[in-house]
């Protein structure tokens, strides 16, 4: 793949807000390692990118990738356009509600016009801050103003789909996405060198959270179960990986608690998708949710889940079969949850349950899926000019 077309083939613009190492990324550079149609020219365009990890993976994919974040911030909606302009793609999908506020009346209003598909990821999304909470509230208000200009919505989970973040969409389609099974099937083979790397002693049960540290995420709440669970369970270790505004908060709470032993922060860990394919379980503490990557990870590794009933969560996590449902908002109902996955007969019925699920997160369905209704889409667009 190249963001130049072959003969025949397609232009296709991604949009995302951020290039860093959080859900709707990994999804994104998940899809494209997938694309088997090599005529289809891609092009990722991003206004900031915190790491070049993504930039390099996608660029080793031959993909094309611009990122706006080396000028003047306030600029940047500018930029956005002219770059879009530039490029002139057959299909523009925009994943992130402020760029496609500010590129949806500029498509419309161009004179070979792309066709527009917005993918949703969230439900809701939270600011740490006032400033943050305005800025998120006023690009809600207008992402949902100017959603009916797309061509089509794509929600990720059908929770999503019923959310009030596409309302106003003529058209929502609703695509589950997915990760390489097969990568984490290799990583869960290798799980033993992984808890080397992590210096995990061999005995310990691994309870995984790959979450970054924001409100959402509601790591304080995890952090009162994994007291409770400790002292049932000395035994356990439970691995949080992730960055962001509230881990100084929680590496706090951890001392509170007096679990520093059993509660280690890593951090971020580049490719920590084999972190949860190293886990005995996989655990998120969420308010809210969309439908996490590290779901979808650890299934497809075979390994169960633990999580609040949030989001798009319950269309992958069955209670009893390949992981653990409890209610938002609970640290006990949380600690029982992992209590009764960890007793040694349930976790055998979960893990077989887990790996039995990881047919229903395999990329490789979604990436042809987006690949036809860009074709589709594009055909339509061209009739239409």
Not at 17 to 30: N, Y
Not at 234 to 259: K, M, S
Request: glycine share 8%.
């Amino acid at each position: 793949m190249t963001g130049r077309r072959a003969p025949g083939g397609l232009r296709v613009c991604e949009v995302v807000k951020t290039l860093d190492m959080g859900g709707v990324e990994t999804l994104l550079v998940e899809r494209l390692r997938r694309v088997a149609n090599k005529d289809t020219g891609y092009t990722v365009v991003c206004l900031r990118a915190s790491t070049d990890e993504l930039i390099g993976q996608l660029r080793g994919l031959g993909v094309t990738v611009v990122d706006l974040g080396h000028g003047p911030r306030p600029l940047a909606p500018a930029r956005l356009v002219a770059t879009v302009r530039r490029l002139a793609p057959d299909v523009l999908n925009v994943h992130s509600p402020m760029p496609a506020v500010v590129l949806r009346p500029f498509v419309r209003l161009s004179r070979r016009r792309p066709t527009l598909v917005s993918t949703v990821h969230y439900s809701r999304r939270t600011g740490t801050v006032l400033a943050e909470r305005l800025t998120s509230s006023l690009s809600t208000a207008l992402d949902l103003l100017t959603r009916w200009l797309d061509d089509r919505t794509v929600a990720v989970s059908s929770q999503v789909a019923r959310s009030p973040s596409t309302r106003g969409a003529r058209r929502v389609l609703t695509r589950l996405h997915g990760v390489d099974v097969d990568e984490q099937r290799h990583w869960a083979a290798r799980r033993e060198d992984t808890r080397r790397e992590f210096a995990v002693p061999p005995e310990a049960f691994v309870i995984a959270c790959v979450a970054n540290f924001r409100p959402e995420k509601n790591h304080a709440l995890l952090v009162r179960a994994a007291a409770e669970v400790l002292r049932a369970r000395p035994d356990a270790v439970f691995l949080l990986a992730g960055e962001g505004p509230l881990r100084d908060q929680v590496a706090r709470d951890v001392e509170r608690h007096g679990v520093a032993g059993g509660v280690r922060i890593l951090g971020r860990v580049p490719g920590a998708r084999r972190l949860a394919a190293a886990a005995d379980l996989v655990v998120l503490s969420s308010a809210h949710e969309a439908l996490p990557v590290v779901v979808m990870e650890a299934l497809a590794a075979g390994v169960p889940v633990v999580s609040t009933e949030v989001g798009g969560i319950a269309e992958l996590v069955r209670s009893g079969h390949n992981g653990i449902l409890t209610p938002p908002g609970s640290a006990r109902d949380l600690a029982r949850g992992l209590l009764r996955a960890m007793d040694p007969a349930v976790h055998r019925v979960l893990r077989e349950g887990a790996a039995a699920s990881a047919g229903t997160v395999d990329m490789a369905g979604t990436a042809e899926w987006f690949e036809e209704l860009y074709r589709e889409l594009a055909a339509t667009g061209r009739r239409a000019r």
